[in-house]
């Protein structure tokens, strides 16, 4: 049912945005159209690329500087390590959520329903969609808060100190707390050519 209710809203979306497709064209992975398989399957390496990437960063900085330092790797390195999974697999891709932490990370018109309805749930209860966007196919692996997260995307009131200083002076806006281990906390989505 939520998925119809997000394909349905998908097709309100403003008129600047990619279209999403007729209903139905949204669809979980494991049920995409036989056509959409070698695309999803660029989709899903860059995705796999860019998280093995991110996370081996992270893991660093988490050693050695301990969560303020992966406040850092997630706003300085990410970025970074998408354009390059990008440029190598032929994509584009990036990180959102409802819940933003950096405001240029905001979803893509094709994806931002989805978002929305995806909001509050745990993370095994999001899966992976296929958005057909004409040319194009979206899609959006989700994004779910494990141990590790906890330091930086827990409850405030148990920050560290130096994680509460440096999310204060880099997101002063900063929205992406209060979650807790197996909470979907976003997506990662990405664009590929059909």
Same mark, same amino acid.
């Given at each position: 049912?939520?998925?119809?209710?997000?394909?349905?809203? *998908?097709?309100?979306?403003?008129?600047?945005?990619?279209?999403?497709?007729?209903?139905? +064209?949204?669809?979980?992975?494991?049920?995409?159209?036989?056509?959409?398989?070698?695309? =999803?399957?660029? /989709?899903?390496?860059?995705?796999?690329?860019?998280?093995?990437?991110? !996370?081996?960063?992270?893991?660093? /900085?988490?050693?050695?500087?301990?969560?303020?330092? #992966? =406040? $850092?790797?997630? #706003?300085?390195?990410?970025?970074? =390590? /998408?354009?390059?999974? %990008?440029?190598?697999?032929?994509?584009?891709?990036?990180?959102?959520?409802?819940?933003?932490?950096?405001? *240029?990370?905001?979803?893509?018109?094709? #994806?931002?329903?989805?978002?929305?309805?995806?909001?509050?749930?745990?993370?095994?209860? &999001?899966?992976?969609?296929?958005?057909?966007?004409?040319?194009?196919?979206?899609?959006?692996?989700? =994004?779910?808060?494990?141990?590790?997260?906890?330091?930086?995307?827990?409850?405030?009131? %148990?920050?560290?100190?130096?994680?509460? $200083?440096?999310?204060?002076? !880099?997101?002063? !806006?900063?929205?992406?707390?209060?979650?807790? +281990?197996?909470?979907? !906390?976003?997506?990662?989505? &990405?664009? &590929?050519?059909?």
């Amino acid at each position: 049912m939520r998925l119809a209710l997000a394909v349905a809203a *998908a097709l309100a979306v403003p008129p600047s945005a990619p279209p999403a497709g007729p209903a139905g +064209e949204a669809v979980p992975l494991p049920d995409a159209p036989p056509a959409w398989s070698s695309a =999803i399957q660029r /989709a899903e390496e860059a995705g796999a690329a860019f998280q093995k990437a991110l !996370r081996g960063r992270l893991a660093a /900085a988490l050693s050695q500087d301990g969560a303020a330092g #992966a =406040i $850092e790797v997630c #706003a300085t390195e990410a970025p970074r =390590i /998408a354009a390059e999974v %990008s440029t190598a697999s032929g994509v584009r891709m990036g990180r959102t959520s409802d819940r933003l932490r950096n405001p *240029a990370n905001v979803p893509p018109a094709w #994806a931002r329903t989805f978002v929305l309805l995806s909001a509050g749930e745990k993370a095994a209860a &999001v899966k992976p969609l296929a958005v057909d966007l004409g040319g194009d196919l979206g899609v959006l692996i989700p =994004i779910g808060v494990n141990a590790a997260c906890l330091g930086c995307h827990g409850p405030s009131a %148990s920050a560290q100190p130096k994680v509460k $200083e440096a999310l204060a002076a !880099r997101y002063p !806006r900063d929205q992406a707390v209060g979650y807790a +281990e197996g909470d979907f !906390r976003g997506f990662l989505w &990405v664009e &590929v050519k059909k």
